[in-house]
């Protein structure tokens, strides 16, 4: 009888086991290697997630403190705008209180030219006849208002006029050209000096024909000092090719007077100073304000 044959493990057991050895072996390697990666991992990403979480607390500081200087600025807009608008609104008061400031200085300078127009007449009469320039307005207060010009006398821009037609309306009341300019001085004028086409217009306006074609009314205009030599009272040249003149004058006839007999602007003839006419005095008008 043959005894029983003992049998070794079968190959391929042996070759599971050491496969299982080996995994085994992998899987403690494996396991050795992760471990420390996971713990390296975990580290990192909990010393991310502190940093993000700081500058998550930083982060929300900052847009606290954003939104406190948003807050800011918003109130200093608002206080910066109630202060553009009334800056805007004293700007208009300024701006209407410079406008009336001026109109105030233009009439302030008007009245100033005015007064020294009217210092400078009366600096140059000799003596100012308050009555006739400033008549009582109430004789029971005494108030006086000042004219332009005296009693009687007619305004025309800055001067005034007394016409003798009014006056002496008689022949015997006539005057030399010397004896006109007399009464003229007697009253702190002149005979009148015709400077410009409007003037001349005015003078015929108030003028009227009289006695015959020869008479006119005397003006302020001779050559008695030197023949040919038109002079007016204040000493200024006229030209005989300008002016008013009718006809050149002649030899003899030494003063000029106004005719209403002539056409407007042909109308000054010579005549002898010593003939008789009635005549203007003119003035500087006593308030004159431009
Ligand atoms: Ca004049």
Redesign the pocket.
């Known amino acids: 009888m043959s005894s029983p044959k003992v049998e070794g493990p079968a190959p391929h057991s042996q070759h599971f086991g050491g496969v299982a050895v080996c995994l085994g072996v992998l899987c403690v390697l494996l396991v050795s290697a992760i471990l420390p990666l996971c713990v390296y991992f975990s580290t990192a990403l909990s010393e991310h997630n502190i940093h993000l979480v700081r500058e998550l607390e930083q982060l929300t500081d900052e847009h606290i403190s954003l939104l406190a200087a948003n807050q800011d600025l918003m109130n200093l807009y608002c206080k910066l705008s109630v202060a553009n608008h009334i800056l805007q609104s004293d700007y208009i008061n300024v701006s209407t209180e410079n406008q009336q400031l001026k109109a105030e200085r233009m009439n302030l300078s008007r009245d100033r030219d005015g007064l020294n127009w009217t210092l400078g007449v009366i600096f140059q009469l000799k003596n100012f006849p308050v009555d006739n320039y400033c008549p009582y307005e109430d004789a029971n207060t005494k108030d006086r208002v000042c004219k332009p010009c005296q009693v009687g006398w007619v305004l025309f821009q800055s001067?005034c006029y007394l016409f003798l037609h009014i006056k002496v309306p008689f022949g015997h009341l006539w005057r030399t050209w010397q004896g006109s300019r007399q009464h003229c001085k007697n009253n702190n004028a002149d005979l009148?000096?015709?400077?410009?086409q409007e003037?001349q217009e005015f003078i015929l306006n108030n003028t009227q024909a009289y006695y015959d074609e020869d008479h006119g009314y005397w003006i302020g205009l001779t050559d008695i000092a030197e023949d040919g030599q038109w002079l007016w009272v204040d000493g200024r040249n006229q030209n005989l090719t300008d002016g008013f003149w009718k006809i050149q004058p002649v030899w003899g006839r030494d003063c000029a007077l106004t005719n209403p007999n002539n056409a407007p602007l042909a109308n000054w003839n010579a005549a002898p100073c010593g003939q008789r006419n009635r005549w203007i005095c003119?003035s500087k008008a006593l308030i004159w304000s431009g």
Do not use: K, N, T
């Not at 009148?192 to 410009?196: K, L, P, R, Y």
């Open positions: 001067s009148v000096d015709i400077g410009s003037e003119e």
